[in-house]
């Protein structure tokens, strides 16, 4: 008899709650679910359960929990002494996934124990116990979950555990590019794959596979708005059970309060919810057969959310990593600067003072520009440049001298005259240069008149104009103006000689096809004889030229950068991280591939401007230590664009543009 009661009492507690699901008594117990809003929602939230509650309905919900979340939920069975509970956790990780947990707990108390003469013989409890542990983690963009299931039967001295169940999901997030659509949700589950088994007293129960399958959308009525309607459905199939429909509504206000409502197998289900700081209320009432069920749930989510503390985390390493990359090229700037300043050093050794001058005042600029102490470089590149100075004008003071005995040796007074002169105006104690001038002013007072030497070299200047050598007949005409310098002849010649310069040069670059220069040269000429014909009409065609349209290929089509995909966000970030290891790994080549590959698929990516600004920075710096300025000025024009207020970038560009047209100039002139 004794057995028999307890069979019978064992039976009604499994069924109770069976019947309350409707699923015939063939799954646990606990199939009802748990959670005032899941319930509320007649099940549909599948997609979206509540953290604390997905080691039930959903284990991949943990991948995407946020915060640590608790939970309990409460409910008594109608109108008798079962109470319906649950409680449970959700622990999510920065990098491992969510671990979950849950309990149920199913309690009738007060049954009548009787003997097989009936009896009374006391009272006994009916419990029963069921631990879910979850487990969720994002792979390739999926959210993947397992959990794994335990029941345990205890009745009067009679206990049993199930053998353990194990369930899997698979979910996956959308964020349409759509206004009022702001996220869809799908999810398929599969509970009891490994089916749990138990055996209590002389009853056997094996819980049935089932197939689950849910989607959510939410919806903004306005995009405007920080009011949402999330509409959810989901549908189930249990073995030996027709399937299962379930639909939900829930409309939230600021994300603060809630009302929702569902509808499962034709019954409907109401509730509402709230929010407090970080504790939500919530409250289901639920139409079964057996009446109507009130059910009250409390969770609360504690912790500074996940996606805060890996944003944090990311912005530490990316500090760190932009400390490491200022401190790799600074180091490298002042290597760079060192090999400049040791290369200067070594061409002043070996007299190359020219060459040396420009490599030590490139290394002044790198260190000035780069904030190091300029003072050793400053000292070296001076007294290079003092010999360089002094060698120049030892340079210039013998062509000078040159040039005046050979005036002197030919008879040309007046020319020794004034080379000897130009030579005592660089080194003015040069007793060679005096001994010159005296030979050529008595040759001058012994030899004819000023009158016939003035036509004497008026003729000679017109004989150099005549053959084009306007160099010779300058020199020739200025020596005459140190003897007359108010001789309207004297000036005329100086006149003719200077345009015919001018014009020589200005023809020569137009040839040349450098308009610039050209243009420059015809306005010194139009300066000494204005609106001269010739000098007007070149200038006409050259505005000409300059004026008529360049011929352009067509401009390549930009490339439109929509908005990252999962699997594009993984692949940029792994170009970002490459870059970051091959630079630490002293390849800045290659972390420049990488990085500009970000950047084009997604520009402004983290800190990938910085990093390229200040990659490219350095590789201009390489560059134009090693002379090849245009190729540097590329590079920095680069880092311009991608950082145009930087004034040491536009500094660097502005002085090695500079330094191109100098070069061009002196190479011009030695020709």
């Not at 429909?245 to 809630?258: K, P």
């Not at 004819?448 to 053959?467: F, G, P």
Request: proline share 3%.
């Amino acid at each position: 008899m004794r057995r028999t009661l307890l069979l019978a009492a064992c039976l009604v507690s499994a069924t109770a709650v069976s019947a309350v699901a409707g699923d015939g008594g063939t799954q646990s117990p606990f199939s009802m679910g748990a959670g005032a809003r899941d319930l509320a929602l007649a099940g549909s939230a599948l997609a979206e359960a509540d953290p604390f509650a997905a080691p039930y309905w959903n284990p991949s919900v943990l991948a995407q929990a946020e915060q640590l979340s608790l939970g309990a939920f409460h409910s008594r069975l109608y109108e008798s002494q079962t109470v319906y509970q649950y409680v449970g956790v959700a622990v999510p990780t920065m990098d491992f996934g969510g671990f979950g947990c849950g309990i149920f707990r199913l309690g009738v108390g007060g049954i009548e124990k009787r003997d097989k003469f009936n009896y009374l013989m006391g009272e006994i409890d009916d419990s029963r116990l069921a631990v879910y542990a979850g487990y969720g983690r994002s792979v390739s963009g999926y959210d993947v979950g397992l959990a794994v299931n335990l029941d345990h039967h205890s009745l009067d001295d009679y206990s049993a555990t199930s053998s353990p169940g194990l369930s899997a999901s698979v979910g996956r997030h959308f964020e349409p590019d759509v206004d009022r659509l702001s996220r869809v949700t799908a999810v398929v589950n599969g509970r009891n794959l490994i089916r749990p088994r138990m055996k209590l007293v002389d009853a056997n129960i094996t819980q049935p596979y089932a197939i689950e399958g849910g989607v959510s959308l939410t919806v903004l009525p306005k995009p405007s708005w920080d009011h949402s309607v999330t509409v959810s459905a989901a549908v189930a199939k249990a073995d030996l059970v027709d399937p299962h429909l379930a639909l939900g509504l829930e409309y939230s206000v600021r994300n603060r309060l809630q009302v929702r409502g569902g509808l499962r197998d034709g019954r409907a289900s109401f509730g509402a919810g709230l929010m407090y700081r970080s504790i939500h209320l919530d409250y289901a009432m639920v139409d079964r057969d057996l009446g109507s069920l009130h059910m009250f749930s409390i969770s609360a989510r504690l912790g500074t959310p996940v996606s805060e503390k890996r944003q944090l985390r990311a912005q530490a390493r990316e500090t760190e990593f932009s400390a490491l990359i200022s401190k790799r090229l600074d180091d490298r700037n002042r290597e760079t600067i060192s090999s400049l300043v040791a290369h200067g050093q070594e061409l002043i050794r070996k007299d190359d003072l020219e060459q040396a001058s420009i490599i030590l005042d490139r290394a002044i600029f790198l260190a000035s520009g780069s904030g190091l102490d300029t003072m050793r470089v400053y000292q070296t590149a001076k007294d290079a440049r003092a010999k360089v100075d002094k060698a120049q004008i030892q340079s210039a003071f013998a062509a000078d001298m040159d040039s005046a005995r050979v005036r002197l040796n030919i008879g040309d007074h007046l020319g020794a005259k004034y080379f000897a002169d130009l030579a005592l105006a660089k080194i003015p104690g040069s007793n060679e240069a005096a001994g010159i001038l005296d030979r050529a002013d008595t040759a001058i007072r012994q030899s004819t008149t000023k009158e016939e030497m003035l036509d004497s070299q008026l003729r000679r200047a017109d004989s150099l104009m005549s053959y084009g050598r306007y160099e010779e007949a300058l020199v020739t005409v200025r020596a005459l103006n140190t003897i007359s310098e108010d001789d309207e002849r004297v000036k005329t010649a100086t006149r003719r000689a200077e345009f015919g310069r001018w014009c020589e040069i200005a023809e020569t670059a137009f040839s040349r096809a450098e308009y610039g220069k050209a243009n420059a040269a015809l306005d010194s000429a139009l300066d000494v004889f204005p609106k001269h014909p010739w000098c007007l009409s070149l200038r006409a065609q050259i505005q000409q030229l300059l004026s008529r349209p360049v011929e352009s290929t067509p401009a390549p089509e930009v490339e439109v950068v929509a908005p990252l995909g999962d699997d594009l966000r993984k692949e940029v970030d792994a170009d970002y991280r490459s870059g970051q290891r091959l630079f630490e790994q002293g390849n800045l080549t290659g972390a420049v591939t990488r990085w500009e590959r970000v950047e084009r698929l997604a520009p402004g990516y983290m800190s990938v401007r910085r990093y390229l600004v200040d990659a490219y920075k350095f590789l201009g710096v390489e560059l134009y230590t090693k002379s090849r300025l245009a190729d540097a000025v590329e590079v920095w024009k680069k880092a311009a664009r991608l950082d145009p207020d930087s004034s040491e970038i536009a500094g660097y560009i502005k002085r090695t543009e500079n330094e191109i047209a100098t070069l061009e100039e002196l190479s011009y002139e030695s020709r």
